[in-house]
């Protein structure tokens, strides 16, 4: 009996040659597979673990999306549910991706990591993986950004008593040890994990970042249904005020826990959570965090009234009959007493929520600036032959995500089958054109 995918199938034998080698499985790269697929373009697709494990292995156990399931819409698998304006869970979330690769058998070899990528003598590429070395004319980097997580390098030096987990391996309030919790950072993650810890009546401590916080709903439909409306998700980051910098912001915070609502830090703290600013370092026992607070609250608040003037322009601009709304009233301030030091010793868990580095040392190509970030307009990189898909604003807003990912892998396909038929890159030169242009305002 052949062996079987991680959905099911068979797999699909290793090849020593194959024209294109797209590395990754998750919804990036089974998105790219579906679109050579539909070329006829004989292709294979690398998976260090199984289809959709990121989903199912490095999130917490409530883990939910914040975009609605009607924005889930991978090529030739939109949402089927019954349930297009709730939030699908971690679960679901993985019977979605799963579901996907059965739905057209494409070719992924799961559990084949690839620990190395050279340019081939010849031309083309080679690939040194765990099933052994393949060569490829073409090869597609579908891994996303999120290699490895952060953790301060003093972070060895708190108490031995002190448990200390990253986002990618907190999975509920029960695993952690008894105990009041630090959880550090405000981006999604940090603000959610805040929220599941609070919830479950333990004591939390939240060292709070400069993370954008967003409304969930506003005048009668939920904000990413505004913004869709709006064109934000379609926009080009060559539009965006901050141009290309957008590609370092932070994800707006909210959740779609419970059918989706607001994440209110100032609430948490009216409630019992203990809020502090950036934490900055450690000294003996003692944490010390900036004095910040205030400011990076109100920050947040800004962002989110913005976000809210750009509708209510856009209801006006367009005539739409929507309900008025009130805007949002501080509920909780911090006073000039707020704390910046926390004692080490009164904590059991630090709950580290500052995000992730990439990692891209195994690939041994000029395709990549000081940062490490690829060099690439719209997923095309510097070095002919080479792509990447799945990160985050590669193009909109919605590359990195299930609404736009398709749409990013549907534009290399068509770049991969030209090169392939020897077509000259003008697409790629008009697009060169148009990332010179300066970047245009929008809301944010």
């Given amino acids: 009996m052949s062996e079987r995918t991680s959905w099911g199938t068979a797999r699909v034998p290793f090849p020593s040659s194959v024209p294109v080698a797209v590395v990754g499985g998750g919804q990036a790269g089974l998105s790219m597979s579906w679109h050579l697929r539909r070329r006829g373009i004989e292709h294979v697709v690398l998976e260090r673990d199984t289809v959709a494990h990121e989903w199912s292995d490095a999130r917490w156990d409530t883990f939910c999306l914040v975009t609605p399931n009607w924005q889930c819409r991978l090529p030739g698998w939109p949402y089927r549910g019954d349930d297009p304006d709730g939030f699908m869970v971690r679960d679901e979330i993985v019977a979605y991706v799963r579901g996907y690769a059965a739905s057209f058998d494409p070719p992924v070899l799961e559990r084949t990591a690839v620990e190395r990528l050279d340019a081939a003598p010849g031309g083309g590429f080679t690939l040194t993986t765990t099933a052994g070395p393949l060569t490829a004319e073409h090869v597609v980097l579908a891994t996303g950004g999120y290699h490895r997580p952060v953790v301060p390098g003093w972070a060895s030096q708190l108490p031995g008593h002190v448990v200390q987990v990253h986002s990618a391996e907190y999975r509920s309030p029960d695993r952690l040890p ?33 993370a954008p916080r967003v409304a969930r709903s506003y005048r009668g439909r939920d904000v990413v249904a505004w913004l869709s409306d709006m064109g934000h998700y379609d926009m080009p980051v060559t539009e965006h005020r901050d141009g290309e910098a957008a590609r370092l912001g932070t994800n707006h915070y909210v959740t779609g826990r419970d059918g989706g609502r607001d994440i209110d830090l100032r609430a948490f703290a009216r409630d019992g959570m ?39 322009r856009f209801i006006a601009a367009e005539g739409i009959d929507a309900p008025e709304e009130a805007r949002y009233t501080p509920v909780w301030a911090p006073g000039p007493d707020a704390p910046t030091t926390l004692d080490a010793s009164r904590i059991a868990a630090v ?11 195994w690939v041994r190509l000029p395709a990549f600036d000081g940062r490490g970030y690829p060099t690439h307009v719209r997923g095309v990189t510097s070095v002919p032959g080479l792509s990447v898909l799945g990160l985050p604003w590669l193009h909109t807003w919605g590359s990195g995500r299930f609404s736009g990912v398709g749409r990013d892998a549907e534009h290399l396909a068509d770049h991969v089958a030209a090169r392939l038929a020897g077509a000259p890159r003008a697409g790629l030169d008009r697009e060169l054109a148009l990332a010179a242009a300066g970047p245009a305002p929008t809301v944010g």
């Fill in 178 to 210: 008894d105990g009041e919790v630090l959880v550090v950072g405000t981006g999604q993650s940090g603000a959610q994990i805040a929220e599941d810890l609070h919830l479950a009546g333990r004591r939390v401590h939240l060292a709070v970042g400069r």
């Fill in 274 to 312: 203990r809020l502090y600013g950036v934490l900055r370092e450690l000294s003996g026992a003692t944490l010390t965090f900036a004095d910040d607070l205030a400011a990076n609250l109100d920050s947040a608040d800004r962002v989110n009234q913005d976000v809210l003037d750009a509708v209510d």
């Fill in 351 to 361: 709950v580290w929520c500052i995000g992730f580095t990439s990692d891209w040392s």
